[in-house]
């Protein structure tokens, strides 16, 4: 079934790959960017020349999300689907990244969400029915050394994605989550690097690890062909074609082994969180309930 999905990120990383599938499955797509005009300005004339409307949105500004609701909706009509894709990385040592560092980064990838999130829910509840996809990341699971201030923010969208799941069933607002590994994408062009460049001297030679996992890392990606990027765009449509009620709350998308070690940690808390809303009276909050008169 054709349906309306905003996009934000539109632009790089799994964004471009994002947009181009969700047209080919005949969506109709509302794709953000911050900079339409500028530097996403190639992504943006080849996406409008298939039909997707282009709205230039920043997610850490309240003002540029409500004007570009506003235009969205106007040109669009209401999104039927969110797809929150815009995201930044990281690399480097903790200790070096700024607490400006992590409010930047937190403002895109925490904030961000929510911000777009209050602009489009009440319309939602309204009609009582949406669909939310965050996409989160394995490292929203499991952390590895410097990712860090990463580690933190997706740790964090994990958390506001469950409580927005059971916050919203009683709407017919499902919420999904799609837990991408690594990939070789613009994503790690664009990584964020600590502003204190004076801290890792302090470490001694793991001052240096940052830098040579990511080239090693860099490498394992090239030498693994199925860990493509494109899979991660087709299991987010996958989940848009699937019917309403029978999407999994979380899919894990990664062919390097780590997805499949996430995977029971996954089950085993879906099968806690099941247990203890069960015993607190409060098990329906956890599927999305059909509205009265469907």
Not at 57 to 82: C, L
Not at 184 to 211: K, N, Q, V
Request: overall charge neutral; charged content about 15%; glycine content about 10%.
């Amino acid at each position: 079934m054709t349906q309306t999905v905003l996009l934000t990120g539109a632009s790089g990383g799994f964004g471009r790959l994002i947009a181009h599938t969700l047209l080919d499955h005949g969506h109709r797509l509302i794709a953000t960017m911050r900079d339409p005009g500028g530097r996403g300005r190639e992504v943006a004339q080849a996406l409008a020349a298939r039909g997707a409307t282009l709205v230039a949105m920043d997610v850490t500004d309240d003002a540029s999300v409500d004007a570009a609701m506003v235009q969205a909706t106007r040109a669009a009509g209401w999104p039927d689907v969110v797809v929150h894709n815009a995201g930044t990385g990281v690399h480097g040592l903790q200790e070096a990244f700024t607490a400006d560092d992590l409010k930047r980064l937190f403002d895109v990838n925490v904030f961000g969400v929510h911000r777009l999130n209050r602009a489009l829910l009440p319309s939602w509840r309204e009609r009582r029915s949406g669909l939310m996809v965050n996409v989160s990341s394995l490292l929203g699971r499991v952390t590895m050394p410097f990712y860090g201030p990463y580690n933190a923010t997706k740790w964090a969208l994990e958390a506001l994605s469950e409580n927005y799941r059971s916050e919203l069933s009683a709407f017919g607002i499902e919420v999904c989550v799609v837990e991408p590994g690594g990939y070789a994408t613009s994503f790690i062009e664009h990584l964020m690097h600590p502003s204190d460049t004076t801290r890792a001297a302090g470490y001694g030679p793991l001052a240096d690890a940052p830098r040579q996992t990511l080239r090693q890392f860099e490498q394992i990606l090239a030498a693994t062909p199925s860990q493509s990027p494109q899979i991660v765009a087709d299991a987010i449509a996958a989940l848009i074609r699937q019917p309403a009620g029978q999407r999994p709350f979380r899919t894990v998308v990664d062919t390097l082994g780590m997805g499949a070690a996430i995977e029971p940690y996954n089950r085993a808390l879906a099968e806690l969180t099941a247990g203890l809303y069960a015993n607190l009276g409060i098990a329906h909050m956890l599927a999305p309930q059909a509205s009265p008169a469907s």
